[in-house]
């Protein structure tokens, strides 16, 4: 899969993992505050 976007700091790959009733994704705190956007894959 290749994903082409312009005007990105990083790239990350991590899994989600449980949180209560929902799911959390893991990141550097240096990106507290930052816009994030996932991209879930079809497996």
């Known amino acids: 899969m290749t994903v082409a976007i312009d005007g990105i700091a990083g790239f990350l790959k991590r899994s989600a993992t449980k949180f ?4 959390e994704v893991d990141c550097p705190k240096e990106h507290i505050g930052r816009e994030i956007n996932q991209i879930i894959k079809c497996d």
């Open 20 to 23: 209560g009733s929902g799911a």
